[in-house]
């Protein structure tokens, strides 16, 4: 059975600007994954909380939570943002492969999320299915 991945966007963070697309897909996920981004950024997961508890509904779903890679500070920035992004996609890849059983659905709001979902989906080594549904927040 697939593993389904749902990358829906929060918009401008307000719960009552989601699109009735990105309410739709948050309604069929099992598991919420969230990228933890230290103190400075707490309050966004806490957003990413309050609209699944309001667009979720009473059914069962889960969050994961993983830590967020670090980018390099010193050197060339677009080598550092390039090897960003290849963690993340690694962290995406591991949480997907352990913390979304077959037949679950999955959303997730970072690009990361799509970028890793495009070469997946390209890729010819792939021993699961995976579908990706992208919903935009506003």
Known sequence: MPKTIKIIGI??????????????????????????????????NALRKKICARHMGERAYRFVDAANPEREREGDYLAAVADLNARKQAVFERLIAAELR??????????????????????????????AMISTGT
């Open 11 to 44: 918009g401008a963070g307000d719960p009552d600007h989601l699109t009735i697309q990105a309410v739709k897909a948050l309604s069929q996920v099992d598991v919420v994954f969230l990228m933890d981004k230290g103190p400075a950024k707490e309050k966004l």
């Open 102 to 131: 077959d037949g679950e659905c999955g959303p997730s709001s970072s690009g990361a999320t799509l970028r890793f979902t495009t070469a997946r989906s390209g890729s010819s080594k792939r021993s699961r299915r995976r579908d």
